[in-house]
């Protein structure tokens, strides 16, 4: 499968709970923190969900 590099661009400080949950169940602490992940289903959804605080980029 290929992998994505997922970028926390923007702080979830002040949005929703769910949000919150999303970005650290992704592997992302931090501000400017990155991770590879596959390209799967299930990570894109979550990825959707919080499109407005990341960074996707093929790798």
Do not use: F, W
């Amino acid at each position: 499968m290929a992998k994505i590099k997922i970028t926390l661009v923007k702080s979830p400080i002040g949005y929703n709970k769910k949000q919150r949950a999303i970005a650290v169940s992704l592997g992302l602490r931090k501000l400017h923190s990155s991770v590879m992940q596959e390209d799967t289903p299930d990570i894109m959804g979550k990825v959707r969900k919080i499109a407005h605080l990341v960074k996707v980029e093929q790798a």
